[in-house]
Each structure stands twice: as structure tokens, then as C-alpha cells.
């Protein structure tokens, strides 16, 4: 039952997709590599480095639904590490510092998505705690995500809770790192935050830069033994 | 085209040790306090600094204490302040550089007109390796020196530090202190005089940045890079931890392990330049080369330039 269910939205993810990828279909080369990526499903924990495709991968949220990378297709997509024990991540979750983003994100691009990942090993398997941090500090996100097995979180190489990740539309990870440039770990926030500094400059068309700044924050703490 | 430097500082790192030297420092009279909240930062009065276990915590989930340890002499002529952390067991800080996740501790000299915090000084951190991850951390006390500067001839004035730290076990936690100093009288110890009584003497050692091959090369001579306080100093190693180096990016997080060949150690680490990255600032190659195996051994800070011009490329 669980497996014809998870077939049947492979299959109904792979037909939106396909229809996403017919109607982008004077785009370029990389459009090319992108589909072909987004067609291959990896869960292998790869390390995915800057200005590599991210390949496909499954994700379940806090709610136990299942679904694709692919499925956001086309879209530019932030993916943030969160952990509500951390005190640095829910510091300025907390602050409304990821609300900010979110909002001043949706303003340069309206159609960027946003994941939240919890690969935390203690508290990744229980998805009410992520599912309640986020709703109580009002993070409105495209997909809460529980990646209790860590092979999402080794796949990024997410190090520590807060870090950020953004792959442009084409699917090629272009930054990878630290929240803010915050000098005291996010307790005074910092001038620059480096997802809004690279959505606009990915809507200018520019070359990301920075495209990687050392995060800061707790360690992920993945599960001892991973499934993956 | 190679660039050639020798190593800089020799002195900060030693002070891995210094717990041990606190009757050293213990020269000034001191206060401190420890909190766990901003709002709770007021001084409740003078404790001596040598009675450490008198000091309150104001929380029970406070996994530090920082107090005085006075002040010390640098080599550069600098005064600096001396706070001692003392850890719960089974917790840790972290160095400069935490590694592949934590934070340093941060301070701010309390506002004095004409003095300014100058770039703290992290002693030899312990190497943490779990599965994952790989942290440069310190446990149970250690001690940090926090230089200021003012006006020539000047000693330093009563003054205060903020200090707050990143504490973590399995989970973290933020701490938050202040810690208070008298002002500097009579003779300042040395720390230079700290260090020579527990080092070997000075290493000399060479770095050097080959751009063909992307690539630095560390040597030395490796019968020096034995244990310094052990009697058996057949231990012939040395391993390199970096620094944080915005725009310079490694293979990994470290330690890069040293090889050992006629009687000379060699360390090859790769890098990538990466000018985008470098938030503006020169770009450096620098960390802290370990010596032994120890805490107590010896260390010794590198700080490369690379002389490559940070520009968009």
C-alpha cells in the first residue's frame, strides 16, 4: 500500500516534471544536465560541491508526506539545517531573522522555495518538535523536512545548524555556508545575509560571490548509524 | 614562483599549557562572575581571583567559569589579560578556528577611552574527532589572552570584559560573563618567560606557497618537533590544524598529518584559491602547526600571504 502510494507520487512527480521541463524547452545546455539529474534519483550520501548539480533526492516533511527535489524543478531553492536544541539556530530563528529572510527573499524572487532540514540524530525522528519550532517562531517554509538518517544533511556536507544552501533554477548549487556575516553568531545580526546577497545576484544574472563562507553554529549531530 | 617566509609568533601558542601558570598570572587582584544572561551582567563584588570555587554561578546550567588570571607581558610589549575558563566535565569550548562546526569565544574590553581589544590570543586547542566531525576544542580550563592597547607607558587601567562563549557536549549551550581586572601594578610577568620554561628551544621551520601546484609546503626539522615535557622524546610529529581563511579552501577540515624522512618533517597541503570568497580581506594561509601529541607541547602559529590579489575573477 505505503509502496504503490509512494509510486504513484514518484510517478505523478515525474509527469509534473516532465511537463515543467516541455514547457522550459528553449532553455539551454545546463537545462539539459538538470533534467537528466532530476531524473536519476541518488540518495547516495555524495558530497554535493558549489557549482556542481544537485542530483534528485527524496525527502519526507514533518507531516510524513514524501517528495522529490525535483519537484521544485525550475525554481531557485534555499535549503537552511535547522535544529530547535541548538541555541545559535533557534537564536535567530527566534529573532525572526529567518522569517526576515524568507520575506525579503520572496521580494527579489517570488518563486524561490524554501526547505527546512532537520538532520539532527535526537530529534530529527520526532517531527512534531521540528513542525511546532517552525510554527511558533512563524517560519513559513515550501517543506519542513525530517532527515533522521542524515543522507540528505551528508550529502550538502551541512556541518553545523544554522547552515544555508541555495541551488539556482538550473539545479547547480551556487552557495553554500553561513547564515549572515554576523560577527557574534547570530546574536547581532549581520549587514550582509549571504542567501539574500546571492538571490540578488542570481536575478541579476551575476556570478555568486561569495559562494561559500565557513558557517557557524552547532554541529548537525547526525545519527550514529545511518541508514543511507 | 615561490614565496618564502618564516614562521611567525612563536609565543601564543604555548600557552596550551598555561592553566599550569596561573600562579604566574595571580599577580593582580581580580573579580569576575560568570552568568548565563546578559541581563545579568552586574559584578556582585570582589572575589579573588585565586579561589576560584568561591566564585557564584548564577545558573545551574552554566558549564563555565572565567575569571582573572591578572595580566601578562607578550613579546610584542603588549599588555594583555589573562581569562581563565574553567569547563564541566565532559563539555568543551572552542578555538579560533572551531573546526567543522562551534564557535569561538567573543569579548569586548568594557568602554575605557583611549584602550581597544586587540586580537585575541587562543592557545593550543585539543583536537576532537568524532564520525563526522573534527573540532579544535578545549576541555576542562584553559587560558586566553585578550591584548589591548593606549596610550604609550600607560599600564592598563581597572577595566572589564563581556565575554560570551559557545559550550557544547552533545548538545550547546551560550554563555554570557563578565569579568573584571584591577589595574596593572608593579612588575607584569612575562609571558615569554612562561613559555621558554616549557618549550624546547625555537623551531625554525619554513612555509612556503608553490602557485604551479596550488599547494603549501611546510618543513621542518623534525628531530625539534619532539615531545618538550616528555622525557621520551622519541614522538617525531607534527600535524597542522588551519586557521579560518576566507578564500582559501582546503580538502578537508584537518589535522594534515605530517611525514617524517631524514630527520626532516614535511607537510604538502593542498589548497584552492578562491578570491570570491575572500570577503574582501588579503588572502592568508595560516593555522597553527602542533608538535607532538600533547597539550602541553609545543605549537607554533603560521600566517602565510598568499599575494594574490582579491578581486572578482
Known sequence: ?228 | MMYRFRFLFLTACMLGAAAQAVSIFQTADASTQATPSKSNLKSTGTTKSDSPAQLATANSKTRVKATSAGWVKLAGGETAAVVRFEIENGWHMYWQNPGDSGAPPLAQLSAIQGWNLLEPIFPRPSILKTVDDTEFVYNNSWEWLLPIEGPAGVSPPACSFDLSWMVCKENCEIGRGRVEFAAATGDIPSVGAVRLGRSLATLGATATFNSNDQAITISGDAGKTANATSKNSSATTAQFIPAVMPGVSLQSTGPFPATVANEKFTLNIPIEIQPQNALGKPLVFKGVLLYGQSDSDRCEIIRLPLNIKVSQP
Open chain 1, 1 to 228: 500500500m505505503k509502496h504503490s502510494r509512494f509510486t504513484a507520487l514518484l510517478t505523478s512527480s515525474a509527469l509534473l516534471f516532465g511537463a515543467a521541463t516541455f514547457a522550459m524547452a528553449d532553455d539551454t545546455k545546463k537545462d539539459k544536465k538538470h533534467d537528466k539529474a532530476a531524473d536519476t534519483t541518488d540518495t547516495k550520501a555524495k558530497h554535493v560541491k558549489v557549482g556542481e548539480q544537485v542530483p534528485n533526492f527524496t525527502m519526507t516533511d514533518v507531516n510524513g508526506k514524501t517528495m522529490q527535489f525535483s519537484d521544485f524543478s525550475g525554481k531557485t531553492v534555499v535549503m537552511e539545517w535547522v535544529n530547535p536544541g541548538c541555541p545559535v539556530c533557534a537564536g535567530i530563528t527566534k529573532a525572526g531573522l529567518v522569517t526576515k529572510m524568507i520575506a525579503d527573499a520572496k521580494v527579489i524572487d517570488p518563486n524561490v522555495v524554501f526547505v527546512m532540514v532537520n538532520s539532527t540524530g535526537d530529534t530529527a525522528n520526532d517531527p512534531k518538535a521540528t513542525a511546532t519550532y517552525l510554527a511558533d517562531n512563524k517560519v513559513v517554509a515550501n517543506a519542513a523536512v525530517i532527515d533522521g538518517s542524515g543522507v540528505i544533511g551528508k550529502m550538502f556536507d551541512a556541518k553545523t545548524t544554522p547552515s544555508m544552501f541555495v541551488i539556482d533554477s538550473k539545479g547547480t548549487l551556487v552557495y553554500s555556508g553561513a547564515f549572515d556575516n554576523s560577527s557574534d553568531r547570530g546574536t547581532t545580526p549581520g549587514k550582509t545575509n549571504y542567501v539574500l546577497n546571492t538571490l540578488t545576484q542570481l536575478k541579476a544574472g551575476e556570478k555568486v560571490s561569495p559562494s561559500e563562507v565557513k558557517s557557524y553554529g552547532c554541529g548537525v549531530h547526525y545519527a550514529k548509524k545511518q541508514n543511507g
